[in-house]
């Protein structure tokens, strides 16, 4: 009686088994790790072992793969929690970069800023300075009717608003990237951000008047 040749049904059941190829990081990271415990087994073999016993290969090879299993899933599960812990950084920073003023203590007028950024100069408090003459930008872009302050508001909506006057919106994102630097970033501020600053918004001052007055006048013409 001759064996039944099975060969039909083995191709039956290879073709519905389909395979995921791991990573090549992590076939890497096992190889190494492969490698590495073979090397510390035989280092133990030879130490304990200096009648020249051999260690059971079926054991050895148990062994090895549930150690390198073990480390791959922690490997898996560190990289994992490293990947979702630095996307949520890089939300959260790029969240706090893009924002305008999210958190305004007082409500000033564009010249009540300008004071404070002064007053904060003279204690070298110069972070809290910039941040000021930012502000001040802000109010002054609202009182004369060319972006209107929210607090929630970004910076490239701000920039956007400006798309018609880009003088003023250049020395403004010049600001507003530096106030993000020193704000959110580790950069430390400097007399020379505050100075820098404060000298962006006097060169935009009069522009950001002029158009104020402008829209003014226009509106006082269209009047019957």
């Given at each position: 009686?001759?064996?039944?040749?099975?060969?039909?049904?083995?191709?039956?059941?290879?073709?519905?088994?389909?395979?995921?190829?791991?990573?090549?990081?992590?076939?890497?990271?096992?190889?190494?790790?492969?490698?590495?415990?073979?090397?510390?087994?035989?280092f133990l073999r030879e130490l304990f072992q200096p009648s020249g016993g051999s260690l059971d290969s079926r054991g050895l090879s148990f062994l090895i793969?549930?150690?390198?299993?073990?480390?791959?899933?922690?490997?898996?599960?560190?990289?994992?929690?490293?990947?979702?812990?630095?996307?949520?950084?890089?939300?959260?920073?790029?969240?706090?970069?893009?924002?305008?003023?999210?958190?305004?203590?007082?409500?000033?007028?564009?010249?009540?800023?300008?004071?404070?950024?002064?007053?904060?100069?003279?204690?070298?408090?110069?972070?809290?300075?910039?941040?000021?003459?930012?502000?001040?930008?802000?109010?002054?872009?609202?009182?004369?009717?060319?972006?209107?302050?929210?607090?929630?508001?970004?910076?490239?909506?701000?920039?956007?608003?400006?798309?018609?006057?880009?003088?003023?919106?250049?020395?403004?994102?010049?600001?507003?990237?530096?106030?993000?630097?020193?704000?959110?970033?580790?950069?430390?501020?400097?007399?020379?951000?505050?100075?820098?600053?404060?000298?962006?918004?006097?060169g935009i001052s009069p522009e950001i008047q002029r158009i104020g007055l402008s829209a003014i006048e226009k509106n006082k013409s269209v009047k019957p």
């Amino acid at each position: 009686m001759g064996f039944r040749d099975v060969s039909k049904e083995i191709s039956e059941i290879a073709s519905g088994y389909h395979f995921t190829k791991p990573p090549a990081v992590i076939e890497d990271l096992m190889v190494s790790l492969s490698r590495a415990v073979r090397a510390i087994l035989e280092f133990l073999r030879e130490l304990f072992q200096p009648s020249g016993g051999s260690l059971d290969s079926r054991g050895l090879s148990f062994l090895i793969q549930i150690f390198i299993y073990a480390i791959a899933v922690a490997a898996i599960a560190w990289l994992i929690y490293y990947l979702v812990k630095r996307a949520a950084t890089t939300r959260a920073a790029a969240a706090r970069a893009t924002k305008g003023a999210t958190q305004v203590e007082e409500l000033l007028d564009a010249d009540g800023w300008q004071r404070q950024a002064e007053r904060l100069a003279t204690t070298q408090d110069y972070k809290v300075a910039c941040r000021a003459v930012y502000l001040s930008v802000l109010q002054s872009l609202h009182e004369n009717g060319i972006a209107q302050f929210a607090p929630t508001k970004t910076n490239y909506e701000y920039a956007y608003n400006l798309a018609k006057h880009p003088q003023i919106r250049d020395e403004f994102k010049e600001i507003a990237e530096t106030v993000e630097l020193i704000w959110f970033g580790n950069k430390s501020a400097t007399i020379d951000d505050y100075q820098q600053s404060k000298q962006l918004l006097s060169g935009i001052s009069p522009e950001i008047q002029r158009i104020g007055l402008s829209a003014i006048e226009k509106n006082k013409s269209v009047k019957p």
